[in-house]
């Protein structure tokens, strides 16, 4: 992207109409939150949170602050690790479900029972079974994202138009070939959708199991992730940090999911092309 | 569109083969499903699709045309019955016969170029000749300038075009086409009909082509084919000798093609009407009424 457009993108109309948006919202929270000191009377809910300008205050404060970084840097690890994990297993997984009639019919009943339980069910029992808290934190975040990548996976293979197959076939295509360049390409949509909805979950699940947990391995502190940030800002009875912690997470959430959205572009150019 | 057939300078890299190969179905039974929702589609079906002659297989729309084809080119087997090419058994798809489907069976992932190169590059001919044949092939439907669009990209003759150009270079032995030009407009049919006949009449491979379109079917056809309604058998077989080649106005124009197709009209009007009735007398007996009445 060239400069020219990329300004001609920042100050576009629906840009201008975000940013218009956001700031409405913060002035009607800054009322809300101000509402005692100014009307006398505390508004329902915004009444009860810190308006804006002190969260910021207190955000400028933690810029500098190694620690909150140190969050940040948990939380992306953990759902990173998590995804990923989900991500090389569940892709495969999905296809050879996809593929095989006799592996589907055999694993198929177990995942569908598996795959209601929520992935915060899964925090004791994987307490239990993970010698350390960060495995665990792990392997709830890898749940996940892992359903949802191995349904949508599934779903996209067996949906494959049955004449882009037939028609391989008929010009001596191998199985392997049928696979790599049929079942696969045809499949990548579906598992970037399935990858992207994915993250999002990631990003739920682990800020409940940082709480839960009590911040992994560290058991509390520097290594604790945004989740337990948040978790600690409440216990410590700093609100502006609770709102910091809320707003880092979507953040974080927002550059995950437009990072695998410019991935899936470049994996699929073919649909831009609609 | 016509005049890039005559393009002599990569004519030579064009090394189409001419072969003689024949169909020969006889007594051809297939059904789907099993107990009492099995559905029979096929009932007794036997024809040739004779070498060096454009056949043209014409019937009821849903008569069972398609699952023909799922048979010939391999796709599925039959329940009873043969077919045979140049004497042997089908039993299964292969590179002799390419089938291009109804709806554009193109891989979207895939530029133009690169779909018409997926025969070659699948059976590890990625090699010299097998590229000159593709731009020789490109040149020929008219897409050099696009050959690397995407086919969502490209209209719906271009399309069918890029197809033919994935089909021919494979150098099949026998086209098989399943009403291809369905859902064209009627001007992008016509020039498809001339431009398809074109290729044909290059080196008179054996071509099996499917369609619900009477005027196309005419136009095309060496060998007409009529299908009975549900389940499908052969009702006709009328040899279509207007000569080749064929153009639009001149077959528009020709009395021996009108009157083929009063006949193929009629013939196709009691199969239509059975499929209309659903097999109820009293329908079927009112539909004849009726089109006495508006005759």
């Known amino acids: 992207m060239n400069i020219k457009n990329f300004r001609s993108k920042l100050f576009s109309r629906a840009a201008l109409r975000g940013l218009i948006a956001i700031a409405i919202f913060l002035v009607i929270w800054e009322v809300g939150a101000r509402s005692e000191q100014l009307f006398g009377y505390r508004f329902p809910f915004l009444g009860l949170v810190p308006p804006p300008s002190?969260?910021?205050?207190?955000?400028?404060?933690?810029?500098?602050?190694?620690?909150?970084?140190?969050?940040?840097?948990?939380?992306?690890?953990?759902?990173?690790?998590?995804?990923?994990?989900?991500?090389?297993?569940?892709?495969?997984?999905?296809?050879?479900?996809?593929?095989?009639?006799?592996?589907?019919?055999?694993?198929?009943?177990?995942?569908?029972?598996?795959?209601?339980?929520?992935?915060?069910?899964?925090?004791?029992?994987?307490?239990?079974?993970?010698?350390?808290?960060?495995?665990?934190?792990?392997?709830?975040?890898?749940?996940?994202?892992?359903?949802?990548?191995?349904?949508?996976?599934?779903?996209?293979?067996?949906?494959?138009?049955?004449?882009?197959?037939?028609?391989?076939?008929?010009?001596?295509?191998?199985?392997w070939d049928i696979f790599r360049r049929i079942v696969l390409p045809a499949t990548l949509p579906s598992i970037v959708v399935g990858s992207a909805v994915g993250m999002g979950i990631t990003w739920e699940v682990v800020v409940a199991a940082e709480m839960i947990s009590g911040g992994g391995s560290s058991g509390g502190g520097e290594g604790g992730g945004l989740g337990f940030f948040i978790w600690s800002s409440y216990v410590g009875g700093s609100y502006e940090q609770i709102v910091v912690g809320m707003i880092s997470i979507g953040i974080a959430g927002y550059f995950s999911s437009e990072l695998l959205r410019q991935l899936g572009g470049l994996l699929t150019p073919w649909l831009k092309t609609r | 569109m016509s005049t890039e057939l005559k393009d002599d300078s990569t004519a030579n890299a064009d090394s189409r083969e001419q072969f003689s190969s024949e169909i020969v179905a006889s007594n051809v039974y297939k059904s789907y499903g099993a107990g009492p929702f099995a559905k029979e589609v096929v009932v007794d079906c036997s024809f040739t699709i004779e070498s060096n002659k454009l056949t043209v297989m014409i019937g009821p729309s849903g008569c069972g045309k398609s699952t023909l084809i799922q048979l010939i080119a391999g796709f599925e087997t039959a329940d009873s019955g043969s077919i045979t090419l140049n004497g042997k058994p089908i039993t299964g798809p292969g590179k002799d016969r390419l089938v291009l489907f109804q709806e554009s069976a193109l891989f979207p992932w895939m530029t133009t170029y690169d779909n018409i190169m997926y025969g070659p590059r699948a059976r590890g001919e990625d090699t010299k000749e097998s590229t000159d044949l593709a731009e020789f092939?490109?040149?020929?439907?008219?897409?050099?300038?696009?050959?690397?669009?995407?086919?969502?990209?490209?209209?719906?003759?271009?399309?069918?075009?890029?197809?033919?150009?994935?089909?021919?270079?494979?150098?099949?032995?026998?086209?098989?086409?399943?009403?291809?030009f369905r859902g064209l407009d009627n001007m992008s049919k016509e020039l498809m009909w001339e431009y398809y006949a074109n290729i044909y009449e290059e080196d008179r491979n054996t071509n099996f082509f499917v369609t619900t379109d009477i005027d196309e079917a005419i136009f095309l056809a060496d060998r007409l084919l009529i299908m009975t309604n549900l389940p499908t058998s052969t009702r006709a077989v009328i040899e279509i000798d207007i000569p080749r080649p064929r153009t639009i106005e001149g077959v528009v124009n020709s009395p021996r093609a009108n009157e083929i197709k009063k006949e193929v009209m009629t013939l196709l009007h009691e199969e239509a009407m059975k499929s209309f009735s659903g097999g109820s007398k009293a329908a079927a007996d009112f539909l004849d009424a009726y089109s006495k009445r508006v005759d």
Not at chain 1, 69 to 95: D, E, K, N
Not at chain 1, 100 to 126: H, Q
Not at chain 1, 131 to 155: D, M, R
């Open chain 2, 137 to 180: 092939l490109l040149n020929k439907v008219g897409l050099e300038a696009f050959r690397d669009k995407y086919p969502q990209q490209l209209s719906g003759g271009m399309q069918r075009r890029a197809e033919l150009a994935r089909a021919m270079i494979n150098k099949p032995e026998i086209m098989i086409l399943d009403e291809p």
């Open chain 1, 54 to 175: 002190d969260v910021f205050v207190s955000w400028g404060g933690l810029i500098g602050n190694p620690s909150y970084w140190q969050s940040w840097y948990m939380s992306f690890l953990r759902v990173f690790g998590g995804f990923t994990a989900a991500m090389i297993i569940g892709i495969p997984l999905g296809l050879f479900m996809a593929v095989n009639k006799t592996f589907y019919g055999m694993y198929f009943p177990t995942f569908e029972i598996m795959r209601p339980i929520p992935p915060l069910a899964w925090v004791p029992a994987s307490i239990i079974f993970w010698p350390t808290q960060e495995l665990s934190i792990a392997f709830v975040t890898f749940l996940g994202a892992f359903y949802t990548i191995v349904i949508n996976v599934l779903g996209g293979a067996r949906s494959i138009n049955k004449q882009y197959l037939q028609a391989a076939q008929s010009m001596g295509a191998s199985q």
